[in-house]
């Protein structure tokens, strides 16, 4: 659902990190952000952008392959490259004032540390609960051999994007 437990106009700002692209109708979720932020509010959005530069989207294609039939939801990447994002913003309403890519890299230890870090998302909860905790993890292994050095250290950057927007 993307209904908001909050009274209408409550908010001088609203952020959804990560987020938006998760909800079942993208344009309804930011509907309820503009209903509960206060007129002329900034609403921040920051998700994935453009999956060419993204590591995380080589292992989500790798776990992908492992269904017969894939999931018609993409995932974390579902309103990516920005422009898409762009669209849902002008198509709800908003005002975009600015937009940035920026780069964030995440180095894990190991394999069982990225493992850890991973398995509790809801992708990859959602794709062992459907295949097998083994061949997800087996999948995952396989994918970030590319990311990591001769020490077993796994380094992954991705390229997100932000985007502030302004309630009319």
């Given at each position: 659902?993307?209904?908001?437990p909050?009274?209408?106009?409550?908010?001088?700002?609203?952020?959804?990190?990560?987020?938006?692209?998760?909800?079942?109708?993208?344009?309804?979720?930011?509907?309820?952000?503009?209903?509960?932020?206060?007129?002329?509010?900034?609403?921040?959005?920051?998700?994935?952008?453009?999956?060419?530069?993204?590591?995380?989207?080589?292992?989500?294609?790798?776990?992908?392959?492992?269904?017969?039939?894939?999931?018609?939801?993409?995932?974390?990447?579902?309103?990516?490259?920005?422009a898409?994002?762009?669209?849902?913003?002008?198509?709800?309403?908003?005002?975009?004032?600015?937009?940035?890519?920026?780069?964030?890299?995440?180095?894990?230890?190991?394999?069982?540390?990225?493992?850890?870090?991973?398995s509790?998302?809801?992708?990859?909860?959602?794709?062992?609960?459907?295949?097998?905790?083994?061949?997800?993890?087996?999948?995952?292994?396989?994918?970030?051999?590319?990311?990591?050095?001769?020490?077993?250290?796994?380094?992954?950057?991705?390229?997100?994007?932000?985007?502030?927007?302004?309630?009319?």
């Amino acid at each position: 659902s993307e209904s908001l437990p909050f009274p209408e106009h409550t908010f001088d700002y609203v952020l959804a990190l990560h987020s938006l692209q998760f909800t079942e109708n993208p344009v309804r979720a930011l509907h309820e952000f503009q209903r509960v932020a206060k007129p002329h509010a900034k609403i921040g959005v920051a998700m994935f952008g453009d999956m060419a530069h993204a590591d995380f989207a080589v292992l989500g294609a790798a776990v992908r392959k492992l269904f017969a039939n894939p999931p018609a939801f993409e995932g974390p990447f579902s309103l990516s490259p920005p422009a898409k994002l762009h669209n849902v913003i002008r198509y709800a309403g908003l005002e975009m004032l600015e937009h940035e890519d920026f780069d964030r890299t995440r180095e894990f230890a190991n394999f069982d540390e990225f493992w850890q870090s991973q398995s509790g998302t809801g992708t990859t909860r959602f794709s062992v609960a459907k295949l097998g905790e083994d061949p997800v993890r087996n999948a995952m292994s396989a994918a970030v051999v590319p990311f990591t050095g001769t020490d077993g250290r796994i380094t992954l950057t991705n390229r997100f994007h932000a985007v502030i927007c302004i309630k009319p």
